[in-house]
């Protein structure tokens, strides 16, 4: 695909990916293979040839791969699902009752910590470069802990 085309080309995020994800996993009601996945979350969401396709810069795996790869990391790291063997998957029983609320809910918790640490290492280097030039802190700021 033409470079310039890639921009037009949209995907669900992985977090967006999670929720379908974990259904198909429900209703298949076995170990599926990655490639299982890809391919029932892509039906299941209506993706586009073009969509299901998107080259990932000058690798070889897609953009619905890899992000589908966080979306099974997300529902791994809640427990919902398990890694039978490389590339299997299949739902644990906090998968069976986990729903997309709470999907939600962990996705949220994981941007108001990353926006969390974005704004103190922000501080750090703001309070460093002040060092450097040799102003001292605004009253008003604190020191970065």
Known sequence: MPAQQESKVRLPTHGQMAWPTLEVLRQLNRSATNKEIEAAVADKLNLSAEQRGWMRGNTTRSWLSYR??????????????????????????????VTREDIQQ????????????SKAKQAELDALKR?????????????PR
């Open 68 to 97: 589908l790869t966080w979306s099974r990391t997300l529902l791994r790291s809640m427990g919902a699902i398990q890694n039978d063997a490389p590339t299997y998957w299949s739902v644990t029983d906090v998968g069976r009752t």
């Open 106 to 117: 962990v996705i949220d918790g994981m941007l108001a910590e990353f926006v969390k640490k």
């Open 131 to 143: 060092s450097r030039s040799g102003h001292a802190p605004r009253r008003n700021e604190s020191a």
